[in-house]
């Protein structure tokens, strides 16, 4: 499966394959995947594989992470599917292709300032610890 990544509205899509069973995200070198982006936390998310399952873990990021359109709690566990769109600050991933059109849409509706402390309903997924950030 690929990660898609449309990084600040107008420029090229990058896709990153996942080939081991655990990917990390943010602004900071250490991780797999480096966003060069002031909204995007040093260390701000986790994407998992479970078999046939993808799990995306929040880790505790100052702007949030927004998973099609629903920001999910600080530190929670979420299941995402092909094609889900997942925010942080400027950049928007899916699993698989994705449209880029509704991609950039979603960007389009995004002020990170406005998204601190703002909770929606959403499928939390009971986190075993076997994510550990």
């Known amino acids: 499966m690929k990660l898609r990544l449309i990084m600040n509205k107008g420029e090229a899509a990058f896709s990153y394959n ?49 998973v099609n359109g629903h920001r999910i709690p600080s530190g929670a566990t979420v299941e995402v599917k ?13 699993l698989g292709e994705g449209s880029s059109g509704d991609l950039f849409a979603l960007l389009d509706l995004i002020d990170p300032s406005k998204q601190r402390g703002r909770d929606t309903t959403t499928v939390i997924v009971e986190d075993s610890g076997d994510m550990a950030a």
């Open 82 to 94: 092909e094609g889900d769109a997942i925010v942080i600050g400027m950049s928007v991933f899916c």
């Open 18 to 66: 996942i080939d081991g069973n655990t990917v990390s995200v943010g602004r900071s070198a250490e991780n797999d995947i480096q966003i060069h982006d002031s909204h995007v936390s040093r260390n701000h998310l986790v994407v998992k594989r479970v078999g046939r399952r993808y799990l995306v873990k929040d880790l505790g990021s100052g702007n949030g992470t927004l």
